[in-house]
């Protein structure tokens, strides 16, 4: 298993924006398929978006299509969640998870078919 380290939550008023950061501590994500997910107080992590080992393919849920954009920075190792239009019912502890991956191209928002997370970010949307 990978040791992932998420960074860039906090507090923003609704109708900002946050950027999130998913790096593997001292290596490359590289070959790797990656999941952001969240959850919130009483209720079950949900995937939110992934992106492809090759960065070719990315799956949103609905809840955030639109507002959130996923991308790889292949040059400093790192996966970013763009989030946008921040809405109250966003609020919630951001996970991001790694599996490897050899085709280049499977992203699936589903919690099973991550081995490797992240100790979590917490977003907070209030004003």
């Known amino acids: 298993q990978l040791q992932l380290v998420e960074s860039g939550g906090g507090l923003v008023q609704p109708g900002g924006s946050l950027r999130l950061s998913c790096a593997r501590s001292?290596?490359?994500?590289?070959?790797?398929?990656i999941g952001w997910f969240r959850q919130a107080p009483g209720k079950e992590r949900e995937g939110v978006v992934c992106?492809?080992?090759?960065?070719?393919?990315?799956l949103y849920a609905d809840s955030v299509r639109g507002r959130f954009t996923v991308f790889r920075d292949n040059a400093k190792s790192t996966v970013y969640l763009q989030m946008n239009s921040l809405k109250p019912e966003d609020t919630a502890v951001y996970y991001c998870a790694a599996e490897g991956d050899s085709s280049g191209e499977n992203c699936y928002l589903l919690h099973d078919f991550f081995r490797s997370w992240g100790q979590g970010t917490q977003v907070t949307v209030s004003s």
């Open positions: 001292g290596f490359s994500l590289d070959g790797y398929t």
């Open positions: 992106i492809s080992s090759s960065g070719g393919t990315t």
